[in-house]
């Protein structure tokens, strides 16, 4: 991958942080932000990090997409003759989708404008961390557009009702109020809260193996679709799998002896 020009990357402790870093739109995402998110997940799950993190610079999380910058990708039919509205608008459907179902814990950090596409990363983490300057905001449908790719996290995260209360109403929402929604896990006043918060989240990680992290994520999405009893077989087999790989025999050994497991110590 080569050096972006839209983010900040860092790998601490085995941790991968992205800061999205084009503070003066706050972080508005451009159509090249969205190709370096999509490569900066690539490489991580390739490098074999325990979590990767999320936050943005200047203050700001993310203010949703940089209009001006997709509005010129827009113009005229595409070479293939597609619709390049489309075009644009699925990359970024891919984006969410490929943090949402990564086998990697998902970490975001939010502050300031968390908007559009930005609450969409939001809705797609499987730990949201809020500062309590986080403002929530659905604009779409105030500028005649529509949160089409990140509708079906909405109402994953917020459940249909809330979801729908707040597209349309272009929902504005303050940290508390994200954090009674469930939308965030948790609401921390200043920097030195947040890390020492977010520190605490990256040690719970830590105890749990790569693969069993992995593999529990994905038998969840599956589980969102699906009755218990249709995958009583196949869960099974996924414990099955676990209890004889490497990891497993490691957890038994380290819980028998009243030791940490290797990976909690590497």
Not at 163 to 183: F, N, P, Q, S
Not at 212 to 234: F, N, P, V, W, Y
Request: proline fraction near 4%; include cysteine; charge should be negative.
């Amino acid at each position: 991958m080569s050096a972006p020009e839209t983010l900040l990357i860092e790998t601490r402790a085995g941790v991968r942080h992205v800061t999205l870093n084009r503070p003066e739109t706050r972080n508005a995402m451009s159509l090249a932000m969205v190709d370096e998110l999509l490569g900066a997940l690539k490489s991580a799950e390739s490098d074999g990090v325990r979590a990767i993190v999320l936050k943005g610079a200047g203050g700001h999380f993310c203010s949703g997409g940089d209009v001006k910058d997709m509005g010129a990708a827009y113009a005229g039919p595409g070479p293939d003759g597609e619709d390049p509205a489309a075009k644009v608008n699925a990359q970024f459907g891919h984006l969410c989708k490929a943090y949402a179902e990564t086998g990697l814990p998902v970490i975001v950090v939010l502050e300031g404008a968390v908007m559009g596409g930005g609450f969409g990363l939001a809705c797609v983490a499987d730990v949201a961390l809020a500062r309590e300057t986080a403002l929530f905001r659905l604009p779409e449908t105030g500028l005649g557009l529509v949160p089409a790719q990140i509708a079906p996290f909405l109402v994953e995260r917020l459940g249909y009702s809330e979801a729908r209360r707040l597209a349309v109403t272009g929902g504005k929402i303050d940290a508390l109020g994200a954090l009674r929604l469930r939308l965030v896990h948790g609401v921390h006043e200043g920097e030195d809260a947040m890390n020492t918060a977010l520190e605490a989240v990256l040690a719970d990680i830590r105890k749990g193996a790569p693969n069993a992290i992995a593999e529990t994520k994905r038998l969840m999405r599956r589980a969102r679709l699906h009755d218990a009893g249709s995958l009583i077989d196949d869960a099974a087999k996924v414990f099955a799998n676990a209890v004889r790989s490497e990891e497993g025999a490691e957890g038994l050994s380290a819980f028998i002896e009243k030791r940490p497991a290797k990976w909690v110590q590497g």
